[in-house]
């Protein structure tokens, strides 16, 4: 948890990702993840027991982002795919304006596409804008 601490407090999304592939494959196969919520579900106990604030199914004006996690500085916003791509994330993101409510909030905003492979059952790809 420190890790995951000091990366996010560094700003370095990349290390708090990598970090959380390696947790994913710490799961058992045999318990249940073959759905996006499952890895939804997972993201937001991490940045919970990290003391973060973190909120999941996040509503705007034309639909939900995944995560939204605030910290100090920076807000990310996740939006996640199963069997889809990082790429496809981060249009949801821009579409449908997931990150515009937080533009005003003076904290830089950061976009997050994260693809998760049902086969690996873990992350495989993410882009950050």
Not at 14 to 42: G, M, V, W
Not at 55 to 70: C, F, P, Q, Y
Request: proline share 2%.
């Amino acid at each position: 948890i420190v890790s995951f601490l000091r990366d996010l407090m560094k700003g370095d999304i990349e290390s708090c990702l990598e970090r959380t592939r390696s947790f994913f494959a710490s799961i058992p196969y045999d318990l249940e993840n073959k759905t996006e919520k499952h890895y939804q579900t997972i993201f937001y106990l991490l940045f919970r027991l990290m003391g973060q604030y973190v909120d999941v199914e996040v509503k705007s004006a034309i639909g939900r982002a995944d995560v939204v996690l605030k910290l100090s500085d920076a807000i990310y916003v996740f939006e996640f795919k199963l069997n889809g791509t990082a790429e496809n994330a981060l249009k949801q993101i821009e579409d449908k304006g997931y990150a515009t409510p937080f533009q005003a909030d003076g904290r830089e905003v950061m976009k997050v596409g994260v693809e998760f492979s049902a086969e690996e059952r873990n992350i495989s790809r993410w882009l950050v804008e």
